[in-house]
């Protein structure tokens, strides 16, 4: 009897905490929307902070398409890229998010890919480059694996005959490790 209520409870909470923390983040970031709203701008009303935030960011994606702003828009990022840890997270981040909602989309070819010799082992992933041969592996494509859960990266013992090294600066390598394939040369 303990055991069948420990499991309805264990299934409560699997079923009703992704559903709280949900409506928690959302809930919170709203509120906050809202709490700096009626600080800053005196708009007391509940939610309208978040259209504001909606408004001010439309605005500013006119800003950034109009042409006559694009010159303003194109010398800060230009600043930006002048510091190297901002120029690396700025850049990583611009390609990641155009990637999924920008002009130049890249996770839009979805692969399956064998990950041994029999076929037996596959990963679902995303092509995001067509060459790799600046990464001294010609014939070969870069593949993004996205991960549930998870965010970081994973440590793999090799053999060390099965790795080469690239001639090529850690940071230009970071960057392309960080945005998914799609930053780099």
């Known amino acids: 009897m303990v055991k069948r209520l420990v499991s309805y409870f264990l299934r409560g909470v699997v079923f ?10 959302l809930f919170g970031a709203v509120h906050s929307v809202d709490k700096w709203a009626g600080s800053v701008l005196g708009l007391p009303f509940p939610g309208v902070g978040l259209i504001v935030t909606i408004g001010f960011v439309t605005f500013v994606g006119f800003l ?5 702003t694009k010159r303003l828009v194109g010398t800060f990022e230009r600043l930006i890229e002048r510091l ?9 981040l611009k390609d990641v998010f155009n990637a999924f909602v920008g002009d130049k989309r890249r996770f839009d070819r979805p692969v399956v890919v064998s990950l041994n010799s029999e076929g ?13 041969d600046q990464y001294l592996q010609p014939n070969h494509v870069a593949v993004y694996f996205p991960q549930a859960y998870n965010f970081a990266g994973q440590v793999v013992f ?3 005959t099965a790795v080469q090294e690239l001639p090529m600066s850690a ?3 970071m960057t392309f490790i960080v945005s998914g394939g799609i930053s780099g040369k």
């Open 158 to 160: 090799v053999p060390q």
């Open 120 to 132: 037996s082992v596959k990963a679902l992933g995303f092509v995001t480059r067509n060459s790799v």
């Open 16 to 25: 009703l905490a992704p559903i709280g923390l949900t409506a928690w983040m």
């Open 84 to 92: 190297p840890v901002v120029k690396l997270l700025h850049g990583s």
């Open 171 to 173: 940071s230009d390598v």
């Open 64 to 68: 950034a398409s109009n042409f006559l």
